[in-house]
């Protein structure tokens, strides 16, 4: 193009290094790097500053169209542990075959009004309450999409119940693989970064919780302001 030279760099490689850079750089005097505290408590829930001056080691959790995990020990030494194809491709994939929805914005607003657990069936749909003897609540997800095997439940369910239902699943796998990461890596600083998060605060703390969730409390899910 012109007198310009193209030099062509790994993803995962920039990935890892712009991060670190960002983090390094005061974004308009405050911290980068931030969490929700509260996060299994939507009324109290809030953003809070995280400091990352000293991160490794670290967990980055990279949603794309998919999703790829890095653990990262320096800035030169990094693996991809694992990954998963349910990510924002997924996301949008099944938002448009289920509510008809024309764009990613379109998805995550209907998300925002809706009621996931008019799709999912839950602990207390099955036992009744909770399910004390393995601490589980009852409003926790059993199985997802779970109530819609009933022809009464399907006719009811919303566009919007949909496409929460569907966010909800995905954000749901993804804060418990990346729980089950940071356990077997011994990390206990996991961020997640990617395109998928752009502008969508809904995703970020539906990550914090299911993180919080599945990690009893131990592991928070921090987030960058330039994600």
Not at 91 to 102: N, Q
Not at 164 to 176: F, K, M, P, Q, Y
Request: contains cysteine; glycine residues 8%; proline residues 2%.
């Amino acid at each position: 193009i012109g007198n310009l030279h193209l030099h062509k760099l790994d993803e995962l490689d920039c990935l890892v290094k712009g991060l670190l850079y960002i983090d390094s750089v005061s974004f308009n005097g405050q911290a980068e790097c931030y969490y929700f505290a509260n996060a299994s408590e939507p009324e109290r829930c809030q953003k809070m500053p995280f400091n990352l001056d000293d991160p490794y080691p670290l967990l980055v959790v990279n949603i794309g169209s998919g999703v790829s995990i890095l653990a990262v020990h320096s800035k030169d030494s990094y693996k991809r542990v694992t990954g998963t194809s349910l990510g924002g491709g997924t996301f949008l994939g099944l938002c448009s075959l289920l509510t008809g929805c024309e764009s990613f914005e379109e998805a995550l607003e209907m998300a925002s009004k809706g009621d996931s657990t008019q799709a999912d069936k839950l602990v207390r749909d099955i036992y009744g309450g909770d399910y004390e003897r393995f601490g589980l609540p009852g409003w926790a997800v059993a199985s997802s999409f779970g109530n819609m095997i009933y022809k009464e439940k399907r006719e009811s369910v919303s566009k919007e119940d949909l496409a929460r239902a569907t966010l909800v699943t995905i954000t749901n796998n993804i804060g418990s693989i990346a729980r089950m990461c940071a356990v077997n890596e011994k990390i206990n600083r996991v961020v997640f970064v990617g395109n998928f998060l752009r502008v969508n605060t809904l995703s970020m703390k539906l990550l914090a919780y299911a993180l919080d969730y599945w990690s009893k409390g131990q592991l928070k899910a921090l987030f960058l302001e330039h994600e």
